[in-house]
């Protein structure tokens, strides 16, 4: 399982921005991708999901400021950054459960991070 995510940058406070990814699973089904952000010395968070069945979790926190979406005929999912602040600074990573067909056992794996820096 690989994941490609793009869209990280430089931006303003109060700017937007979108992060895009790619899920590459052949002979797996992704039943939930989504992003993860890790701000320097802290843990990673998963800040936001979208299943397959279109449910979709935004940490409390963010909720409004963040959004996800996705199309899962294309393995692809992004995530919306609004009202960008200083402190959203962060590596942002691409998030996939997934598992192997005729398997049961769900994987979660983690894409290499694009780095967000909101500049006051």
């Known amino acids: 399982v690989q994941l490609q995510a793009s869209g990280g940058g430089l931006v303003q406070a109060g700017g937007s921005l979108r992060l895009s990814c790619v899920v590459s699973?052949?002979?797996?089904?992704?039943?939930?991708m989504g992003w993860g952000r890790q701000v320097p010395g802290k843990e990673r968070e998963l800040v936001a999901t979208?299943?397959?069945?279109?449910?979709?979790n935004v940490v409390p926190s963010e909720n409004g400021r963040l959004t996800v979406s996705g199309d899962y005929a294309k393995r692809t999912v992004y995530l919306n950054l609004n009202s960008l602040i200083p402190e959203d600074t962060a590596v942002y990573s691409c998030?996939?459960?997934?598992?192997?067909?005729?398997?049961?056992?769900?994987?979660?794996?983690w894409g290499k991070g694009t780095q967000v820096t909101v500049s006051s």
């Open positions: 998030y996939a459960a997934a598992v192997r067909y005729g398997r049961s056992n769900v994987g979660d794996y």
């Open positions: 699973a052949p002979g797996f089904k992704v039943e939930r």
């Open positions: 979208l299943r397959s069945d279109s449910t979709m």
